[in-house]
């Protein structure tokens, strides 16, 4: 489990296309500190930690992490969202994200707005129903608050932190982020399809 908190900007260093494909990160962790078998947050999705060395940490995606999160289109040198998961008696500074990427949303537009830049995003169809006006998502690993939503398009603000502390300072209209909707909201839908 994860907060959405980002607490360090990795960079892909290596990707070897396999059975899964085996991706190296840099990141500034301690990575004496980090077991094997470990999960971090990559960009939203939790990936395990196969291999590790120093400044470096290497995961395998599967083909199902491929095809539901950018992942696909890495490559050496692109930056990304790195948490570690959570401990009892961390701080939840954002809200319970479970590392498990839904889909992709679509920058729609970024706009200035006091000292935030508001974020205009497209869900996918399907995903569409489980985003809710004050309710969290998670946008490549980072948890925001959705301002307002008109059918498939939402809004959230990214402030001038954020946008210095993750990838959302180098992100441009018309890119692709890995979405994980709220876990209550995952739930209370099968929970409603079970019913019909």
Known sequence: ??????????????????????????????????????????????????????????????????????????????????????RVGDELGGHIVSGHVDGQARILDMRPEGDSVRFDFEAPAGLKAFIAE???????????????????????????HTRAHTTFGERATGDFVNLEIDTLARYVGRLLDSKE
């Open 1 to 86: 489990m994860f907060t959405g908190i980002i607490t360090d900007v990795g960079t892909v260093r290596k990707i070897e296309p396999k059975g899964d494909v085996r991706i190296e990160i840099d990141t500034n962790y301690p990575t004496d500190e980090i077991d094997l078998g470990a999960s971090i947050a990559c960009a939203g999705p939790c990936l395990t930690v196969v291999e590790k060395g120093a400044g470096w940490f290497a995961v395998e995606a599967s083909a199902e992490t491929m095809s539901r999160s950018s992942l696909g289109g890495w490559k050496v040198g692109t930056k990304i969202n790195l948490e570690r998961a959570l």
């Open 134 to 160: 004050k309710g969290s998502v998670a946008l490549d690993g980072v948890s925001l608050t959705v301002n307002e939503v008109d059918g498939a398009r939402f809004g959230v603000n990214i402030i001038s």
